[in-house]
């Protein structure tokens, strides 16, 4: 999808739905951010914002980025990249560890420590979700804004998002602000690998299977890093 396309779809010619999901999201941001106040989790929504506009920016330059591999190779890679990035920002309030948070008292060379090894875990597991996030995409016939929504929410809610919503049915109000920090890391592979999807993709309410498909291979690894974190002390 080259920039003309993706602008005139996804911002320029943006549908009643998506309108509202927009401002749905803005205020529920705006909202958490303004009760949560300066805390960790503030910063880190604050950064992931950023970075996702900043991406928006600089569409038509990372649509091109690494452009030799295969179109699955390359959707994985770039949603792996950007995942590698956001989990950085997240090591000041949830890393995948806690004892791997990183504060004002954490040296530079423990940090960068921390957060390696929070990589060593999570990049692994982002291979396998980009995987099927992409057998969907590749597979069904998906609108930009039909898959910002679907991805974003099963990504979501895949990532303790579900557990955290059943406990708290009442902040499903606030349900975009932690769906953005997944638009974070699935837009652009889906914008930079958009024309070379296979042409024959369905169009079926199968596509919704993508939501379920996504949580339990959250779960999956989910478990799985449990397992293992906890066998190099870990908790």
Partial sequence: MNFRDWYSQGFKSIGRGAKIYCIWAALSIFFAVAVAGRSAESVTRILVIVFLFCQIALHSKLSNTLSWLSPKKRFIALGTLLASVVEGFHMISTPVFLSLRIGWTTSFKQGL?????DLAFTVPAYLVI???IWYFANRYNYKLWHYIIIMGLAQALGDGGIFFFIG????LLFLPYPMTNYHAVN???FL???NDLRKERISSAFAYLAIPGVILTYLFCGSVIKIVG??????
């Fill in 230 to 235: 906890k066998k190099f002390g870990f908790q």
């Fill in 187 to 189: 837009v652009i592979p």
């Fill in 113 to 117: 420590l921390n957060y390696l090894i």
């Fill in 168 to 171: 708290a049915p009442q902040l």
């Fill in 130 to 132: 980009f995987s099927v």
């Fill in 192 to 194: 930079a690998t958009y």
